[in-house]
């Protein structure tokens, strides 16, 4: 059993009363103290995502398991737009080879996914709200598209974009199945 002494006591107290000040008044200095990239998200703007999904030759090459998402400046998920993947049957097993996307967000796949698409030309747009729904600061983002064929190539496309209230416009890497990419910040 210890034994507080009466100095023990007032030590403890100042350095609890002193925690409880500093944290009622250093989250309103933070606030007055914000950079200006930590802005809201500017009301009715989104990001549209184009990129085109490359013609494979026939034979066993199928229609391409695709994801597309946001990811914040630390390469954390923001939002998914959308995974195109067979989740029926024998499909579900070449979702992981959508490796990237996979490994932070499988757990979203019921709520996200949709039939694989053919070849061709595809826009997303991102709204600037996270998979819950709340809407994120101006800053850094990275747009990812992940492409898998089951007998095929896997593409990676991870770029990063500064969203803040300018609209802009630019043209992202290509890589395997992702034969083009770009994106563009305006009115959504």
């Known amino acids: 059993m210890t034994h507080d002494t009466r100095r023990s006591v007032l030590r403890k107290l100042a350095l609890g009363t002193a925690t409880l000040i500093l944290s009622r008044v250093v989250p309103a200095e933070a606030a007055a103290a914000t950079p200006s990239g930590a802005k809201k998200w500017a009301a009715g703007q989104a990001l549209t995502i184009t990129f085109k ?9 199928k229609r391409p398991y695709v994801a597309v998402w946001i990811e914040d400046a630390q390469g954390n998920p923001v939002r998914t737009l959308s995974v195109w993947a067979e989740t029926t049957g024998r499909g579900p097993r070449w979702i992981p080879d959508l490796r990237r996307w996979y490994r932070e967000n499988s757990a979203l796949l019921d709520t996200v996914s949709s039939a694989t698409r053919n070849p061709g030309s595809y826009a997303l747009a991102w709204d600037g709200k996270t998979d819950k729904g709340t809407l ?3 800053g850094d983002y990275y747009v990812c598209i992940e492409a898998a064929r089951e007998h095929g190539p896997y593409s990676l496309v991870r770029e990063k974009v500064t969203v803040g209230s300018a609209t802009f416009k630019k043209t992202l890497s290509a890589n395997n199945d992702i034969e083009a990419a770009s994106v563009g910040f305006g009115k959504a």
């Open 53 to 61: 999904v490359a013609t494979q030759a026939g034979g066993r090459v």
């Open 136 to 138: 994120v600061s101006q």
